[in-house]
Each structure stands twice: as structure tokens, then as C-alpha cells.
T-cell receptor, first 112, second 112 residues
């Protein structure tokens, strides 16, 4: 089945130690998104790629970066994780314009 | 660790009853809306969508109503089943077909 796959499902890192989360898709969608979701809150859009075009949300901290080396893969880099960055990170894809997003099951990030 | 989240509003219904989940959206430029279902430990799953040129759309057991005058969206689930228990989010695009912003969410609890 075509899908959005996030690895790993659980990630533990140390305060201040860089961490990378990965997302892959078999849907061949143009747009890939990263959301942050904290406990009992809505997913919050961090940024998205439309093909190779990167679009950052105005309130996304500089600590968060992203890379998309090809259509299938997208990475979320957190350069110096703080305790407040502990959350579920969701990757999604869509085929523009105006089609619903397909989500992966997320990576839960814990900070020690 | 993770910061304490907000307490999600909860709707409790009896199995077989109809459920209505409401959402107030924020941006009058939004012209595309999506309802998602999120089960524990999983990513959001598409339920139904509606564009601003419509005020009602029906799917299988679900209906979405859109009132642009008061910026209000509702999701009606007919004959609610235990498998419908989840958190439900509405999302709006704020006029951009490639970006989606989530509302605060409602937890649906179906009692057998």
C-alpha cells in the first residue's frame, strides 16, 4: 500500500544533542509537511516543501531545519533540542492543489 | 519532558446515537476545510472535506456543514460506533491550498 512512513517511531535524545527524524513516502506527492504535536494539542505546522521549494512558518524556531533530498524523503533536523521540543512529530504529504493530506504515524521524541 | 497540554473538550455519546462535533475556524480567507480523526498513537486520518462553495457535504455516515457567515464547521456522525472513539480535528487552509492549520480538537468518547 502507498503510504507515509516515519522512522523511528520513538526517539530519545539528550538535551542539546542534534537529532534527525525521517519521513518517506510512496505516494509520489509534491508536498511534504512537518507538524509538531504536543500532548492533548492540535498538530502545529512547522514547514513544508512543495517539490524543492521550502516554506517555513513564521513562528517556527530557528532550531528546526528540514531537508528534502528527493521526492520520496524528507528530514526534520533539530539542532539543539530543549525540553520544550519533546513532542510527537508528524509528517504528511499531499498532491496539490487542495487535496487532503496523508499522515504518517509520527515519531515521538523524548528529551533527557 | 513534554510540557503539559491543554485539556481537550470531550463529547460522550451512547453507541448508536448521532454525534455532532463543532469547530470555529479563524480565517475568513479559508476556502478549503478538512476533518481528521486521530486515534491514540497514530497520525490524523482523513474523514471528509468541503470547499467554501458548498455548505454541506455527505460521506458514509458522516456529514460536514459549513457556515461561512459565522466561520463555523460541524461534523455529524450518524449511528456512532465504539470505533469512532478518537480525537477529531478540523483543519483550514487560510487561502493557501498547500497549507493546512488545525483547530483545537474534540475527544469523542463512545459508550457501549
Amino acid at each position: 500500500d502507498a503510504m507515509v512512513i516515519q522512522n523511528p517511531r520513538y526517539q530519545v535524545t539528550q538535551f542539546g544533542k542534534p537529532v534527525t527524524l525521517s519521513c518517506s513516502q510512496t505516494l509520489n506527492h509534491n508536498v511534504m509537511y512537518w507538524y509538531q504535536q504536543k500532548s492533548s494539542q492540535a498538530p502545529k505546522l512547522l514547514f513544508h516543501y512543495y517539490d524543492k521549494d521550502f516554506n517555513n512558518e513564521a513562528d517556527t524556531p530557528d532550531n528546526f531545519q528540514s531537508r528534502r533530498p528527493n521526492t520520496s524523503f524528507c528530514f526534520l533536523d533539530i539542532r539543539s533540542p530543549g525540553l520544550g521540543d519533546a513532542a510527537m512529530y508528524l509528517c504528511a504529504t499531499s498532491r496539490p492543489p487542495g487535496e487532503p493530506q496523508h499522515f504518517g504515524d509520527g515519531t515521538r521524541l523524548s528529551i533527557l | 519532558g513534554e510540557s503539559v497540554g491543554l485539556h481537550l473538550p470531550t463529547l460522550s455519546v451512547q453507541e448508536g446515537d448521532n454525534s455532532i462535533i463543532n469547530c470555529a475556524y479563524s480565517n475568513s480567507a479559508s476556502d478549503y476545510f478538512i476533518w481528521y480523526k486521530q486515534e491514540s498513537g497514530k497520525g490524523p486520518q482523513f474523514i471528509i472535506d468541503i470547499r467554501s462553495n458548498m455548505d454541506k457535504r455527505q460521506g458514509q455516515r458522516v456529514t460536514v456543514l459549513l457556515n461561512k457567515t459565522v466561520k463555523h464547521l460541524s461534523l455529524q456522525i450518524a449511528a456512532t460506533q465504539p470505533g469512532d472513539s478518537a480525537v477529531y480535528f478540523c483543519a483550514e487552509n487560510k487561502g493557501n491550498f498547500n497549507k493546512f492549520y488545525f483547530g483545537s480538537g474534540t475527544k469523542l468518547n463512545v459508550k457501549p
